[in-house]
């Protein structure tokens, strides 16, 4: 005698929680209706795009963004012990007093000088770029072109600057920080006030990493 035939039944799929097994429904799904947030007033910086171009860790980009009078020129001044201003050539950067690696100055940010960096650079590809950032609408441009071209980029951010006379408040908008980190830079905060000692060791030894890992130091 034959058995009667049981019926296959199927069962509704679950979503499975850490602590509660739920069932979902089985047939219509139902739209949840979510209402944003009021988004935050910012300052004026547009969208940092992010390069498709592969990162390439034999080319370097140091910025130091910073308001006016935060101390990024006074940065480059104590790295190169002298008045500093953007050449059409590289310079030597002494990382002691014998090793030094070859560096393209950019001081005085392109936004400050109402240019574009390509007319700085002109036909250049320089391998380690220093470079002033003034924050204000505009600076992306600059931190555009260079993610473009596939440097590994690092940003001091000097906040408080030297003559930002609001105390100890660090930020009133986080937005262009963000931006960056979103985008594979790697940002510092430094105060503008404290002795650039500490910043400068900070682009030394950068500069000594990248040098030693590309065979790229040089000795007087």
């Given at each position: ?9 199927s069962?509704p799929?679950?979503?499975v ?13 139902v ?7 009021p988004?935050a007033k ?14 390439n860790t034999s ?10 009078g935060?101390g990024r020129?006074y940065t ?12 059409k050539?590289t310079?030597r950067?002494f ?9 393209f ?19 250049k590809?320089?391998?380690f ?8 609408p505009g600076?992306?441009k600059?931190?555009?072109f260079f993610?473009?071209e596939g440097?590994?980029?690092y940003?001091?951010y000097?906040?408080?600057?030297y003559s930002d006379?609001k ?7 986080y937005?262009?920080?963000g ?15 404290e002795?650039?000692e ?12 990248w040098?030693?890992?590309?065979d790229k130091?040089?000795?007087?």
């Amino acid at each position: 005698m034959k058995k009667p035939a049981t019926k296959k039944t199927s069962t509704p799929d679950t979503k499975v929680s850490s602590k509660v097994a739920v069932k979902a429904p089985a047939k219509a799904s139902v739209k949840k209706s979510v209402k944003e947030a009021p988004k935050a007033k910012t300052k004026s910086t547009a969208a940092i795009k992010v390069s498709a171009k592969r990162v390439n860790t034999s080319k370097v980009f140091i910025g130091l963004l910073g308001e006016k009078g935060s101390g990024r020129t006074y940065t480059w001044q104590k790295i190169f012990n002298t008045r500093v201003h953007t050449s059409k050539n590289t310079r030597r950067f002494f990382l002691d007093g014998i090793d030094y690696i070859e560096i393209f100055l950019i001081n005085g940010s392109p936004v400050e000088r109402k240019t574009d960096v390509k007319n700085i650079l002109g036909d250049k590809q320089p391998e380690f770029v220093l470079c002033s950032l003034e924050y204000k609408p505009g600076v992306e441009k600059t931190i555009d072109f260079f993610l473009a071209e596939g440097y590994r980029m690092y940003i001091i951010y000097l906040k408080p600057g030297y003559s930002d006379n609001k105390g100890l408040e660090l930020f009133e908008d986080y937005s262009l920080v963000g931006k960056l980190i979103s985008a594979g830079v790697t940002v510092s905060i430094r105060s503008g006030k404290e002795n650039p000692e500490r910043r400068i060791s900070e682009i030394r030894e950068l500069a000594l990493g990248w040098a030693v890992a590309n065979d790229k130091l040089k000795a007087d």
